[in-house]
Structure formats: structure tokens, C-alpha cells
């Protein structure tokens, strides 16, 4: 992939030259000759780097700043400047650039911050990638109860309610909340996350509502809380059953009022957020063990999602393995495919860590597996069952009207094939269905020549 770099720069000189510096490193660069022509430019170029000069007539570099990053919150901005001071670096900084170069520019530190700012650029675009892959898992299937969260997060997302999301490890309670953020108006704006059991208890105030220079001992610096950094957006409080009782109380008087005082501060700061928990915990029964504030539950739980086990939607293994194997294929280096016993034999577990343990067996599997082919074989030497696990002879709840349709479609596609010998093309044709769509439903359910 060839970069893109916007350079904005009212100097003509400074622009050519960069130009020609950038151009030589094999980048594409786009000019623009002042802050409103980058404005009007940038969604047109779409740039992975932008190089911004501070002072420039009409709309300033801040300012232009400030514009971009409401355009694309993801902007990598690099400012320069021949009257570069601590104040404007910091000023630059706290609105979002990654860095300032002073001019005349240095060619060798030039090159090496757009290494960097192009490195930083691609590897949160991954993340993101990472964030929205990690999601599409949470959709893979067609279980009535994957179309019951479905429903609910269409209807919660778009509305500014709090959601409390339940369920067992490893069911995508995470995935649940960053859809609903997704899906929402905030979406441009910041999705911060914070793990309540990851926090030890004394320092759970300070990372959710931030700290003053000398509150306590190694606060050595001002520091913005979760609530600050997700203003505008989305809280996420992963484990929300884990939070001490005197966090609970100060987290219940921010819901209630919108403002945050920092620990030592004097002065509230309102906030803009809208607050998603998570638990794996029954609530009502923390309640009655006086564990978990009561009046805090009904702030959180305007709407609750329940994510369900993946015991309850083993109809959407099939789905799940395929969508695995494909995704983890590149990145293992490996080509594998799951045969029809494999696949119904991976149905029958339990799996107590539900979708995230599925991930990893599939994973184990692609890599360890004897053949191109997985087999049921396989499956049993490379998943040992825990002590006192008992497999049963069938798949549970395989005669569901889920399974059913899902049966009758592979039945139908393998004729079809088939009739056709084999011929996707054909058979797609004749099905009046895209060929790409028959090559993963061939995938999904492991159809093969030899094995229809």
C-alpha cells in the first residue's frame, strides 16, 4: 500500500520541498496552500500522514488542527513551525498532533517521524481492524438467541440509555458494548474501557475520575480520569461487580450529576458520557451479601443485554469454525479446512469458555492438525476433554428448527453441486446465487467432492 501525505503549508517553497523529499521516499503527496483548502481536500484524499504548518493566514495551524480531527478523529498530524514554542507544542499536543518539527526542517529527523507517525498510523488502524473483526465474531451465527442480542443492540445502540451487559467469560460481553458504540451517534468519538478486577481497589478512584499533581504519593503529575478521556463518547466499566463500595458511591454521584472532581482537585468538570457495564456476577445477589449498591444497579440497568453461553448456540459452531479458520489462516501461515465430523464433533463440547475458547481450539487445530483437512480424529487428540467430561453420541439440540434449515441447505447445495460436477460456476448460475457466496457456504459446511 502506497501512503498518502498532505502537506498544508501557505509557503510554496516549503511545500515543493517536501514534496520532493516525501515523493522520493516513494509516498504519495497531496498540497494545500492554506487550512480551508486541507479542509475542503481531506475527505477526498483520505491521508495516512499530514504535515500542517502552524502559522498560516486565514485559519490558523491549531485550528486547522482542531477541524481535521473532527473530520477524522484517527488524523496523524505532524506539525511544523519556524516559531515553534513550549506553549505551541503543547497547545499542538493537547489537540491531538503526534508531533512538532521546528523549521528548517532537518531532512534526517523529518524522515524518522514519518517512519514513526506512519508506523503509529498503521498500527491503530490494525487495532481498529482487530476491534471491528473481533466484533463481526460476536454476529457469526443465526441461533435465536444471537438474533435476540441482535435485536436489542439495534434498537439500544442508536439511544443514549445505560446498558448493563451480563453473561459468562469469554461470551463477548466487550464485543456487546463496542457494537452498541458503533451503532451509536458517539461513534467518533472516544471508546474507553476500563477492567474494574484489573484495578486494585486504591487506585480505582484515580483512574476513573483522575488526579491532581501531589494528592497522593506518586501522583507526580496532573492525570485526567476515564470519565475526562471518554468525553463525548463511550465508557465501557468491564466487571462492574468487581468495583469497591466507595467507588460505587462516587461512580453514582458522577451518573447523577454529569460532573468530576478529581482526587485533590477543588473543581467539578461536566462530562458528556454514556456508561456501559459489564458483569459476570449476579448483582442481586451481590446486593444481598451488601456487596454491590443497590440504587448504583438501577442507574446502570436502564436496558441489560444478556450475552448467552455458547452451550446455548451450538447451532452457530459451524458458522463460528468457518469464520476462525479463515480469519487465523493468513496470519498462521497455514491453509486448513474443517471436515463435517470435525465440525459436529466440536458441537458437542461443552465449552465453558464459550466463544473465546472456541477461537483458541480452532487456532490449536490449524496448526497441530495432521492433514490439510481436520478431522474428528483430531479433535479428540488435540482437545483432551477435562476430568469428568462426558461427550454425548449426538449433538445437543441438533433437532432444532435452526439445525434443521441449516441441514436442509447443505443437503440442497451438495445435489446441486453435484448435478453440476463440481462446477461452482455452474452450479452458482444456476442457483442465480454470486459465486462468492456459494465458495464460503461450500466452506461453512465443509462440502466437499469427496465427502457431499
Known amino acids: 500500500m502506497k501512503h498518502r501525505v498532505l502537506v498544508i503549508d501557505d509557503e510554496p517553497g516549503i511545500r515543493q520541498a517536501l514534496r520532493q523529499v516525501l515523493e522520493y521516499e516513494g509516498l504519495e503527496v497531496r498540497l494545500a496552500g492554506s487550512g480551508g483548502e486541507a ?28 477541524r481535521l480531527r473532527d473530520l477524522d478523529p484517527e488524523a496523524v498530524v505532524v506539525m511544523i513551525s519556524g516559531h ?3 506553549s505551541t507544542a503543547v497547545e499542538a499536543t493537547r489537540r ?11 531532512t534526517d529527523r523529518l524522515l524518522l517521524t514519518v517512519r514513526n507517525a ?14 471491528d473483526g473481533a466484533g463481526a465474531e460476536l454476529m457469526v451465527g443465526a441461533s435465536a438467541a444471537l438474533t435476540e442480542v441482535r435485536a436489542l443492540l439495534q434498537k439500544v445502540a442508536p439511544t443514549g440509555a445505560r446498558v448493563l451487559i451480563t ?16 451503532g451509536s451517534p458517539r461513534a467518533s468519538r472516544p471508546f474507553i474501557e476500563l477492567n474494574c478486577a484489573a484495578i486494585p ?34 465508557l465501557f466499566l468491564d466487571e462492574i461487580g468487581d468495583m469497591s463500595l466507595a467507588a460505587q458511591a462516587k461512580l453514582l454521584r458522577v451518573l447523577q450529576e454529569g460532573l468530576v472532581t478529581r482526587i485533590g482537585g477543588q473543581r467539578p468538570v461536566q462530562v458528556d458520557v454514556r456508561v456501559l457495564a459489564a458483569t459476570n456476577k449476579d448483582l442481586h445477589a451481590e446486593i444481598a451479601e451488601g456487596r454491590f449498591r443497590e440504587d448504583l444497579l438501577y442507574r446502570l440497568n436502564v436496558v441489560e443485554i444478556e450475552v448467552p453461553p455458547l452451550r446455548d448456540r451450538l447451532t452457530d459452531v459451524p458458522l463460528l469454525v468457518a469464520h476462525f479458520a479463515e480469519r487465523l489462516g493468513p496470519s498462521l501461515g497455514v491453509e486448513r479446512r474443517f471436515g463435517e465430523e470435525a465440525v459436529r464433533a466440536l458441537q458437542r463440547r461443552g465449552w465453558p469458555g464459550n466463544v473465546r475458547e472456541l477461537r483458541n481450539a480452532v487456532e490449536r487445530l490449524m496448526i497441530l492438525a495432521a492433514e490439510r483437512t481436520v478431522s474428528a480424529d483430531d479433535v479428540e487428540r488435540l482437545l483432551p476433554l477435562a476430568p469428568g467430561e462426558q461427550v454425548p453420541d449426538e449433538v445437543p439440540g441438533e433437532q432444532t428448527f435452526e439445525a434443521f434449515k441449516h441441514d436442509a441447505e447443505r443437503q440442497f447445495l451438495a445435489q446441486k453441486l453435484r448435478e453440476h460436477d463440481w462446477n461452482v460456476s455452474e452450479t452458482a448460475r444456476a442457483l442465480k446465487m454470486p459465486r462468492s457466496n456459494l465458495y464460503k457456504k461450500i466452506e461453512r459446511y465443509g462440502l466437499s467432492r469427496e465427502h457431499p
Open 39 to 66: 479542509i475542503t481536500v481531506y475527505p477526498d484524499v483520505r491521508p495516512h500522514l499530514v504535515f500542517l504548518d502552524v502559522k498560516m493566514a486565514g485559519i490558523d495551524g491549531l485550528e486547522t488542527l482542531a
Open 96 to 106: 491531538g498532533a503526534f508531533d512538532v518539527l521546528e523549521k528548517p526542517l532537518d
Open 201 to 234: 481497589g486504591e487506585l480505582i478512584e484515580s483512574e476513573l475520575f483522575g488526579h491532581v499533581k501531589g494528592s497522593f504519593t506518586g501522583a507526580i503529575a496532573d492525570r485526567a480520569g476515564k470519565f475526562e478521556q471518554a468525553d463525548g463518547g463511550t
Open 167 to 182: 453473561g459468562e467469560n469469554g461470551t463477548g460481553k466487550e464485543l456487546v458494548a463496542r457494537a452498541i458504540h458503533r
Open 84 to 86: 515553534a514554542t513550549v
Open 118 to 131: 506512519l508506523r503509529h498510523g498503521d498500527l491503530e488502524r490494525e487495532n481498529a481492524e482487530l476491534r
